[in-house]
């Protein structure tokens, strides 16, 4: 029974569709699971366990009247900082950590609606603003793979969830490399949608809702590109409490399989330092594709100035993040903010030539497999070593950055291990409202690639430990607001 959990989302809803297993006995396994391997990870830290019985009794009750839905009896958790009716909504930040919402956000409706069974909820940095899933309130998730490493942030606690097969679906979000970069890290799979393609009405700061921002996005991550896409089409379309008036038709993927697939390679960045061992890897994945028929070119004409696109990137993020506070060090003018957002139309323009010319952009998720747990409380003053050199932490905002500003879907795929066995993930980025053809890109990775391992039991740490601020280590962190968040690598709303 318990290897039935380490199974896809998929395989387990057909399983429980054909009633070789009950959503119960299912979810009662996976809550063991839970219990059993969490103790050494801490990545699902907010437990409904007993509400989640209830879900599956309901579900139970469905399948037994013949009812069948996208996920019915699949049991699975969300990202913290997704609003569940009656859970802690927090973020990570001490001065919310008894907010409660009422109602649940919407892609959690759409979960629901659709038969999931939610476990629980999954550990973030404070403000969703790491690459480190650390909080005062929940403590330091580690990677499944190698317990004195990261498994990124801010969606670090569903990727270490899925790497280590406690559940097999979970919802992150993004304004940055959120969903990306820990998939990267922890050996899974992760999608970020194109802007707008999954409302994120009940992702809001704690207790604070406002209007969409203009980059964030929520999205699926999985074990298996399948699921993402199994996802992706419970979750999409409008928010009938906002628009009403269209009716979701996604465009097809370009291409099914490598052959004539049009790829433009990067494998380096003017602004992030790249690993070697990553740029090697993402590099023998374009062969790879080549060898299969796919056309790859190694730079064009038609990219974007990479450098002035980050920095428009920035001034937004920077904008979106200290909306209406006092804590701004430069307030952002109203004419500033729309010479922002021509800059980034200009953008979205070259991209959509370029995507006349390539299906996809084949890149890093990050410039670094995942590395060892910073101590460091300031953020400005951290590095990370990369090939014998000391780079900004904040630096490699620059790869999530290319998709992020412009709106556009991006895949995480699982592409290599580093010789010491750490996980090197790639990015497909596709057209704006394509998905479809990321995704397809990435099942063809996955076919590729079918022998590298997808998670791993965590191993000892090697003497590497971090404290959540308030805790003995150090003093008790200041308290947040949504303005006070702007000095971190992704500006501390995701």
């Not at 199974?7 to 063991?32: K, P, Q």
């Not at 590109?225 to 009938?240: C, M, W």
């Not at 709106?407 to 996980?423: D, K």
């Amino acid at each position: 029974m318990s290897s039935l959990l380490d199974s896809t989302a998929g395989t387990l809803v057909e399983a429980l569709a054909a009633r070789r297993i009950g959503a119960l006995e299912l979810c009662d396994e996976a809550i063991a699971r839970i219990i059993r391997r969490d103790a050494s990870i801490n990545a699902v830290v907010v437990r409904d366990f007993e509400r989640a019985r209830d879900q599956a009794r309901e579900a139970d009750r469905r399948l037994a009247g013949g009812e069948r839905a996208p996920l019915l009896g699949l049991p699975m958790t969300v990202k913290e900082s997704f609003n569940v009716a009656g859970l802690a909504t927090h973020w990570g930040i001490p001065p919310f950590k008894d907010f409660r919402p009422a109602r649940d956000a919407v892609m959690v409706e759409r979960l629901k609606a659709a038969g999931a069974v939610i476990l629980g909820k999954t550990n973030v940095p404070t403000a969703l603003a790491d690459w480190q899933t650390v909080n005062p309130i929940h403590g330091l998730t580690v990677n499944p793979i190698d317990s004195a490493r990261t498994p990124g942030g801010s969606s670090g606690g569903a990727a270490a969830a899925l790497a280590a097969r406690m559940v097999p679906l979970d919802l992150g979000s993004v304004l940055g490399g959120s969903i990306r970069v820990p998939a990267a890290f922890c050996g899974v799979f992760g999608h970020k949608p194109s802007l707008h393609l999954l409302p994120a009405r009940g992702h809001d700061f704690p207790a604070h809702p406002g209007a969409p921002d203009m980059l964030a996005v929520v999205g699926p991550m999985a074990r298996c590109v399948a699921d993402l896409q199994r996802a992706l089409q419970v979750l999409a379309g409008p928010d009938v409490e906002e628009a009403v008036a269209y009716r979701l038709a996604l465009p097809p993927a370009r291409r099914l399989e490598p052959r004539a697939l049009r790829v433009l390679l990067l494998t380096g960045h003017p602004l992030a330092v790249t690993a070697v061992e990553v740029r090697s890897a993402v590099k023998a994945l374009a062969d790879d594709l080549a060898n299969a028929g796919a056309v790859v070119t190694d730079g064009s004409a038609l990219l974007p100035d990479l450098a002035g696109a980050h920095a428009t990137y920035l001034s937004m993020l920077n904008t979106i993040t200290t909306r209406g506070g006092p804590d701004a060090v430069s307030p952002t003018t109203g004419h500033q903010w729309l010479a922002c957002v021509d800059r980034r139309a200009l953008l979205i323009a070259q991209w959509r030539q370029l995507f006349e010319a390539f299906d996809v952009v084949l890149c890093p998720a990050f410039g670094t497999a995942p590395f060892e747990h910073v101590t460091e409380r300031v953020m400005a003053k951290r590095v990370l070593r990369i090939d014998g050199l000391d780079t900004p932490y904040g630096a490699q905002l620059a790869w999530a950055g290319i998709a992020s500003v412009a709106g556009l879907p991006a895949t995480s795929v699982p592409i290599a291990r580093t010789a010491a066995g750490l996980p090197i993930g790639a990015q497909i980025i596709g057209p704006h409202n394509e998905d479809a053809t990321p995704l397809a890109v990435a099942a063809m990775i996955e076919r590729l690639r079918a022998d590298l391992p997808i998670g791993a039991a965590a191993r000892p740490a090697r003497g590497t430990a971090i404290e959540a601020p308030g805790s003995a280590a150090g003093p008790a962190a200041p308290a947040a607001t949504p303005a006070a968040l702007a000095a971190t690598p992704e500006g501390g709303r995701r």
